[in-house]
């Protein structure tokens, strides 16, 4: 099969519109030896969502993931690895976002033990079942509609609080996450926030400072969990089913 005709494959089974469709652009950037290797990753990875592709939402969102992916720069061996790693990001987020919790960090515990012990697909299959109600929510869907990255959880942020976490999130990225050094990556998150605060007049010790220090903390637990996630998933287990 040739790139075009693997394209309009992926096209096909996410329902995305040929006006929206532009993920042409992203592959056309890599070398011509790796980008149908590239679209052969994508095509496996997205066939997991078999069971919701009539959800046109849902398929939105891993297509959202699937370009954002593709737009980082990594060897080819590890597109695999980003994809999983990025949609169970995305959904968890976006699920912890659309239900307005409060108790995030027992959330994301939850989700850890729960999900711990399922390889790939059932893993996608039970995130599918806790997001469907979600992505069939006519009033969230056109909250966010115009929000295509993981920061739709920032929605209900002022300006300065926006400029900092979307600040917080770069620097995340640019920072090597690992589970063994999680507390000198959380002291390291402190003192980044501290300065940010500063920078944008936001007092510290103030009831503004400490909730979204809260909410900075979260967006790192959130990156240890799912790097946990992906580590557990070397092993075969039973699938674990998710209490609502």
Known sequence: MDIKSKLSEIKTFLSISEKKFDLDKVIYE?????????????????TNFNMF???KPFMNSVYICVKKTLEIKADIQDYEELLIKNSLMRFIQ????????????EVLNFLSQSLEKLQ???????????LKPMYSDQDYLDKIKDYEEIEVTYI????????????????LKSQEISIDH???????????????????????GSKAF???????????????????????????????????
Do not use: C, H
Request: proline share 4%.
């Open 210 to 244: 400490d909730k979204l220090l809260k909410e900075v903390n979260e967006m790192l637990a959130m990156k240890l969990t799912v790097l946990s996630l992906m580590d557990s998933m070397e092993d075969s287990f039973e699938p674990v089913p998710i209490n609502k």
């Open 53 to 55: 592709k009539n959800i």
């Open 94 to 105: 976006e699920y912890i976002a659309y239900s307005n919790l409060s108790q995030k960090e």
């Open 156 to 171: 209900l942020n002022d300006e300065n609080e926006l400029k900092i976490k979307k600040e917080i999130d770069r620097w």
């Open 182 to 204: 999680q507390d000198d990556l959380k002291n390291l998150l402190i003192a980044e926030y501290e300065e940010l605060a500063s920078k944008y007049n936001l007092s510290k």
């Open 30 to 46: 890599f070398p011509d030896e790796i980008r149908l290797p590239l679209l052969d990753k994508v095509s496996n990875f997205i």
């Open 120 to 130: 790939l697909q059932p893993l996608i299959i039970n995130l599918g079942l806790l």
